[in-house]
């Protein structure tokens, strides 16, 4: 079970719900607790376990490493620093045990280091979430060794927030320190309620009205880059990098909402990014708690900017390589987080300052070029592929798009891309901007009348957007969250 599946939808969200408000207070936590586990075993069941010895054991970390714990005095610096260096050493080798073995065990068969062929891996898979839920657990446990954060005593509380369903699968990577107060206490309002409410529509209709429709026509094309001309493959290109950024920001904003229907509130994990003018502002647009989370636990403690340049620029391409990683277990991630790690060296070499010279359009234009590019690497299924692909971007190849892939280009699909280009845009801040120049006229007649418009067309446009959602996910098949496999 997945966010936009007909069951949570129309089944589990109202259940509990109708639990979380009928319970007193002090059950609501761990009547949510309860749903989370149910909701992870509903969608891995024998990945359960590893989600029910994670949430334990790093609760006793956290307690040991707070100083928190039976003995008498606190314990000494050497000690936190012991058990903080174990915790994590547990926490990566888990990951790296069902992320990253494979991976190791056939390329270092590749390369005649060990044989590939003792190892049985035909009914491996990786547990959902765990890249997530894991780098929550190790901010946590960080957080709390810097003394940015107190050690949670309470299991039910700190499971809660290890497993909560809205973002145990992907994200945003939520920080304890962010929502220690709400797990404790928390009240849902009205207002906050209906605006959960709305974002969570809002993100379903990213999904299965955007993402998955452009999806279809991009994994056709990718699937044989060989033979495609250059604009078909720009064509592909185009659908998934539409498709990306709906598919995770739109689970993104469901789980926002839903964390606002139960009174928390989760940091934004997109601003955006395809309006940036650089990778530096993409990355400050993009998948906001986990570029951030690089920034505080990796590359700061590296020495960040405050060492040489060289330095610098050696922490940049780490922290990059690292975080492409983190995506998958393939060369073409590790390739897509050295580009951009490269890229970002480069601006900072001088090609921000020439940027900064250059008309704005032009601007924007290197940033979702350089993007787009990009995400070829991280889309096609290995090096060979994503080489193939480029090769037919730029190969000025012209035999007017593959008649098979137009089979699949109708008046909906372009309706789509059209939706997908201007939503990638911050239209709502054109509304904001014409209020505020009505309200700076000082007609409150004329502003109360433009306000009580917008806030309806909201609402109809809200509503609208779940109807057509319901339509969809009742006519089409099941389709997954693309970071959820990470």
């Not at 309002?189 to 974002?199: I, L, W």
């Not at 606002?260 to 998948?287: D, K, L, V």
């Not at 070029?369 to 037919?392: N, S």
């Amino acid at each position: 079970m997945v966010l936009n599946s007909p069951v949570f939808v129309f089944l589990f969200l109202p259940l509990i719900l109708a639990i979380y408000f009928a319970v007193p207070a002090r059950a609501t936590n761990i009547s949510l607790l309860v749903a989370s586990l149910l909701f992870y075993a509903w969608g891995d069941s024998s990945s359960l376990p590893i989600l029910l010895i994670s949430i334990p054991v790093n609760y006793a970390f956290g307690i040991l490493i707070g100083g928190v714990s039976r003995e008498p005095r606190k314990a000494s610096e050497t000690r936190r620093k012991i058990y903080l260096a174990f915790a994590i050493g547990a926490n990566l080798s888990l990951l790296f045990f069902y992320k990253y073995l494979k991976f190791s065990v056939v390329n270092l068969g590749a390369l005649h280091i060990l044989d590939a062929s003792r190892f049985n891996f035909e009914e491996w898979h990786l547990p959902l979430g765990i890249s997530f839920f894991t780098f929550g657990a190790v901010a946590y446990l960080m957080d709390i060794y810097g003394k940015k954060s107190a050690a949670e005593t309470n299991l039910i509380d700190f499971g809660l927030y290890v497993s909560f369903f809205a973002k145990v699968l992907a994200g945003p990577i939520v920080r304890y320190s962010d929502v220690a107060g709400e797990l404790e206490e928390r009240k849902v309002t009205v207002e906050g309620f209906a605006r959960g409410v709305r974002r969570f529509m809002l993100g379903l209709g990213k999904k299965v009205l955007v993402a998955n429709p452009v999806s279809i026509l991009a994994d056709e094309i990718f699937r044989a880059p060989g033979n495609l001309d250059m604009p078909t493959a720009w064509l592909g290109l185009v659908c998934y990098t539409i498709q990306i950024y709906f598919d995770f920001s739109g689970y993104s904003d469901m789980a926002i909402g839903l964390g606002s229907m139960f009174g928390f509130t989760f940091m934004e994990n997109f601003n955006y990014p395809y309006i940036s003018r650089s990778i530096q502002e993409f990355w400050r647009r993009w998948h906001i708690s986990l570029s951030t989370w690089f920034r505080d636990y990796l590359y700061i403690p590296l020495g960040g900017n405050r060492k040489s340049e060289a330095r610098t620029y050696a922490n940049l391409v780490l922290v990059f390589l690292l975080c492409g990683f983190w995506h998958g277990a393939g060369w073409g991630f590790i390739v897509w987080g050295l580009y951009h790690g490269l890229l970002l060296v480069l601006e900072r070499l001088g090609l921000a300052k020439a940027l900064q010279k250059m008309w704005r359009p032009l601007r924007h234009l290197y940033a979702v070029l350089a993007i787009m590019i990009g995400w070829v690497f991280f889309r096609a299924e290995d090096l060979a592929q994503a080489v193939q692909y480029l090769r037919a971007m730029f190969s000025f190849r012209f035999d007017g798009f593959d008649y098979y892939v137009m089979t699949f280009i109708n008046r909906q699909m372009l309706l789509t891309l059209a939706v997908g280009v201007i939503g990638s845009a911050p239209v709502a801040a054109l509304a904001k901007n014409i209020r505020d120049r009505l309200a700076g006229t000082g007609d409150t007649k004329l502003l109360s009348f433009y306000d009580f418009n917008c806030s309806l067309a909201g609402v109809a446009l809200v509503v609208m957007i779940f109807i057509a959602s319901a339509m969809q996910m009742a006519i089409t098949t099941f389709s997954p969250f693309i970071y959820a496999k990470f």
